[in-house]
């Protein structure tokens, strides 16, 4: 063979993982570089952690930044892009919708806009089922009426309209995961889940068995379900990973727009996940009874069915799993 002989073209696997130094995240991260994919980071680190973009390189920004965002996505070009750059929290949502409507809406419309001028055709968007709003039925099916209510559901149900009228109009292809609750760790605990401040029920029960915190507190003991708290869907976040990673695969695959619930199916109460905690922490904690709060839903499971036919994905981890991985990290990492 000639010395001159051309090399041939090395496949270009990078995956802009915007708001990838957050939570799930720098776990879709991890099973993206598993998977042979090039993890590129774009995150303002509001939210996010320098020291959880292990898997790729980080590109400091901001969603509402359209010259950093067109710089980037030029330097790397990205074969598909995965948006987790949101605010989340219900309650702050109702304080400040101003921000959340700024950071969640503009900040997304900035960011399609961006992928459309570089011709990416290929969006993974991390949505919630706080889309859905109260419950008319469970487990909630992707055909479930969309009626949030509250702003933080609202700006992810906006952001949902805009990437189909941009599908429908502009060509792109997106994958829209609609998370119950995410939970747990990754097993080696190098990454877990870290929020400042934290309001998330398995952190804030750990917390309190490892004595941080006064005590964990049930908000609500006279719902219609089997001990009179509430239901929710907990799923671990390497699952919500796994079908992150199945999401790019499939767009990139040729796969036509698409909306997926992303839970196990299986409901936990909250007294049941107190249960769960103070096994894996083989102490009893101090627990709280106070009414229940405004907007909470008595049951939210997710019918998994579409995601499953769609994606080939199957939820791997159980409670045990979840509260395991996630009481190795807040106890080993987050003291």
Not at 178 to 183: D, K, M
Request: proline letters at 4%.
């Amino acid at each position: 063979m000639s010395r001159h002989t051309p090399r041939l073209p090395v496949q270009n696997n990078n995956i802009l993982v915007v708001g990838g130094a957050g939570y799930i995240g720098s776990h879709t991260c991890l099973r993206l570089s598993e998977k042979g994919y090039q993890p590129v980071v774009y995150d303002n680190l509001s939210n996010g952690h320098e020291e959880f973009v292990r898997w790729g390189v980080l590109e400091k920004g901001d969603i509402r930044d359209r010259p950093r965002l067109d710089e980037v996505i030029a330097r790397h070009k990205p074969r598909a892009i995965l948006h987790f750059a949101a605010m989340i929290e219900v309650g702050e949502s109702v304080k400040d919708p101003v921000s959340f409507y700024d950071n969640n809406v503009i900040g997304t419309l900035t960011l399609l806009s961006a992928t459309l001028a570089a011709g990416i055709d290929a969006f993974v968007f991390s949505s919630t089922c706080a889309t859905y709003g109260l419950p008319d039925s469970v487990p909630m099916d992707e055909s479930h009426k969309q009626a949030p209510i509250n702003p933080y559901g609202r700006t992810k149900w906006i952001c949902e309209q805009a990437m189909k009228d941009y599908g429908l109009y502009k060509g792109l292809r997106s994958v829209i995961l609609r998370y119950f609750n995410a939970a747990g760790a990754d097993f080696e605990g190098r990454i877990g889940e870290w929020h400042e401040p934290e309001t998330h029920a398995i952190p804030l029960a750990i917390d309190a068995a490892l004595g941080r915190r006064a005590g964990f507190k049930v908000f609500g003991t006279d719902y219609d379900t089997r001990d009179g708290t509430c239901v929710r869907d907990y799923i671990h976040v390497l699952d919500l990973a796994d079908a992150h990673v199945r999401a790019v695969d499939y767009l990139l695959e040729g796969g036509e727009s698409v909306e997926l619930n992303l839970g196990t199916g299986t409901g936990t109460t909250v007294k049941e996940l107190v249960g769960a905690i103070e096994e894996v922490a083989r102490r009893p904690f101090s627990v709280g009874y106070a009414g229940r709060r405004e907007g909470d839903s008595t049951t939210l499971v997710a019918n998994n069915d579409k995601a499953r036919r769609v994606l080939g994905w199957e939820p791997q981890y159980d409670l045990a799993a979840i509260t395991e991985s996630a009481w190795n990290w807040h106890s080993r990492k987050n003291g």
